[in-house]
C-alpha cells in the first residue's frame, strides 16, 4: 500500500510509522515478524546502496514475499509500504513506480529551491498517475547514509513550506531539524560528555523548528531521516569483541518520542538494525570461533534485530497496534 492513509492515521493518532532499511533476507525476516508481532504498519526502505547490494528485482519481490510471510505469522491485514530511499533522479523514481513500489521520495534537497520544487513536481505528477505517493526533502541532512554525504546540515526554513508543498505537489516532506544519517551523527566538538560515563551527550533536535513547520502546514505529514539512536549497549558488545567505534553516537529516544507526538509521521531508522546485526555477529563469533555456519550467527543477530525493531515501534514510535 502507498503512504497516504498511515500517514492520516499517524498525524491524527499521535504516533509515527517506522521506515525500516533492508538489504538481505534476515534484515527483512527480523522486520516482518516484529510487525506482525506487534501490529504496526511499516515502511519497507530499499536505498540506494540496498540496490547495488542486492539487486533492485530481487528486493522488490523479497517485499512481496514479506507480504505473504507477514500473513503466515498470522497478520491477517499486513499493512506495508515499499518505498525508495533517496532517489536522485526522475528516471530512478520513474523505474521504481514501474516496478511496483508503493511509494518514492525524490531528493532535491541538495538542488537550488526552484530546481527541488521542479523535479518533485514532475516525480509526483507521474507517480500519482499510479497512485504511488511521493517523499520530497526540504534542509539538508548531515552525516553519510550510502551514497548521500553531506559536511553541514542547513536547517529547513519553515517560512519555505507553504510554498514547497503547495507547488511540488508531494505527500510528504522530510526536514532538516538536527537529525543526521549514520552511526556517527555528532562530532565530539558538537556535544557535551557525560562525566560519569565519559560518552558523548548530543545536541537537542530543533523542535522550535518543527513546531513552526507544523504550524505553517498543519496535518501535512512530516518525516525525520537520520534517526537512529545508535544504543550504546550495542556500541558496548562490538568494542568488547574485537571491534572499533569510539564516540558513536546518535538521536536520544525520547526526543524521537517527542517527534512521533507531533506532525512527524514517519521516522527512518537503518543504523541500529546494522549495530544489532553486527554486535550479535561479533559476539557469537568471538565465543565461538570455531563456529562457520553463516546460520548459526545471522540467527542470533536476526533475533536481536527482532528485539530492537519491537523495542523501536512499542517504546519509541507508538506504532503499535495501529495495523490490526
Ligand atoms: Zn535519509
Redesign the pocket.
Known sequence: MNTREMFAKAVDGGYAIPAFNFNNMEQLQAIIKACAETKSPVILQVSSGARKYANQTLLRYMAEGAVEYAKELGWEHPQICLHL??GDTFELCKSCVDFGFSSVMIDGSSLPYEENIALTKKVVEYAHQYDVTVEAELGV?AGV?DD?VAEESHYTKPEEVIDFATRSGCDSL?ISIGTS?GAYKFKPEQCTRDPQTGRLVPPPLAFDVLAEIEKKLPGFPIVL??SSSVPQEYVDIINANGGNMPDAVGVPEDQLRKAAKSAVCKI?IDSDSRLAFTAAVRKVLAEKPGEFDPRKYCGPARDEMVKLYKHKIIEVLGSDGKAE
Request: hydrophobic letters at 30%; zero cysteines.
Open positions: 530511499d533517496h541532512l547514509e548521500v522530510a544519517h531521516h537520520g527512518n
